[in-house]
């Protein structure tokens, strides 16, 4: 008789929402790996859209997905994985080859009554806004300071909310950026690999941070 050799069925659902990059020397000379999956809520589609580089009126307001900010004068064209119903995007790259991905993480820190930008709203504002991946950062971590991150994450779930940590790579670098409400921390990356999973990942060794965070965090206990 014939051995059955297929691996048991799990007994739960298998979710996973990763994103990693890989440089030198993991990856062959010259070459950058960025990569990511989502386990977004099911039935909710996710499009492959382009949007042409493009200057725009100085005084233009902006329609994110739940509010207007300001228009930069001009933005880069992109490449996104849209969620269909979401002004952003969970991926994308743009025409500089900067490369974004983000994560939920769930944090101690509250999340804001009021709406502001989704992290989704923040990977498509850095792609059209920074030609670098720092550049991208700066734009990110600034527009988050300023209008902060809030607003429910799924289309019919108001009580799906969370905070973001995102990868941005260019063909020099990458930052791991790791938010909590308005605060961050990122750390830059340029060799082996590195990888994010619904969860906070940096500790005490980073380059960058909103201000005041340490004794925030000394604070919160």
């Known amino acids: 008789?014939?051995?059955?050799?297929?691996?048991?069925?799990?007994?739960?659902?298998l979710h996973g929402c990763d994103t990693f990059v890989a440089f030198p020397p993991a990856t062959p000379a010259g070459v950058i790996i960025f990569g990511k999956n989502s386990d977004r809520p099911t039935g909710e589609g996710q499009s492959i859209q382009r949007y042409p580089r493009t200057t725009h009126n100085k005084e233009k307001l902006l329609q994110c997905t739940y509010i207007h900010i300001p228009q930069a004068l001009n933005t880069h064209a992109v490449l996104?994985?849209?969620i269909d119903w979401m002004w952003g995007a969970e991926m994308g790259a743009n025409e500089c080859g900067v490369v974004i991905g983000n994560e939920a993480v769930w944090t101690n820190e509250p999340m804001e009554t009021t709406n502001g930008l989704l992290g989704m709203d923040l990977v498509r504002l850095g792609l059209?806004?920074?030609s670098t991946a720092r550049e991208?950062?700066?734009?990110i971590t600034s527009?988050?300071?300023e209008h902060g991150q809030a607003g429910p994450c799924a289309e019919n779930d108001?009580?799906?909310?969370?905070h973001n940590s995102y990868i941005l790579v260019d063909?020099?670098?990458g930052w791991v950026l790791e938010t909590a409400g308005r605060h961050w921390v990122a750390e830059n990356i340029s060799e082996n690999a590195r990888n994010l999973s619904n969860y906070l990942s940096i500790r005490t060794e980073f380059n960058l941070a909103s201000e005041g965070i340490v004794q925030h965090a000394i604070d919160k206990g």
């Not at 991208?136 to 734009?139: H, P």
């Not at 108001?158 to 969370?162: G, K, L, Q, V």
Request: charged content about 30%.
């Open 1 to 13: 008789a014939l051995k059955d050799t297929r691996l048991p069925q799990p007994k739960v659902k």
């Open 80 to 82: 996104l994985s849209q």
């Open 128 to 130: 059209e806004r920074g």
């Open 136 to 139: 991208a950062l700066d734009v």
């Open 143 to 145: 527009l988050l300071e």
């Open 158 to 162: 108001p009580s799906f909310t969370y």
């Open 171 to 173: 063909a020099q670098e």
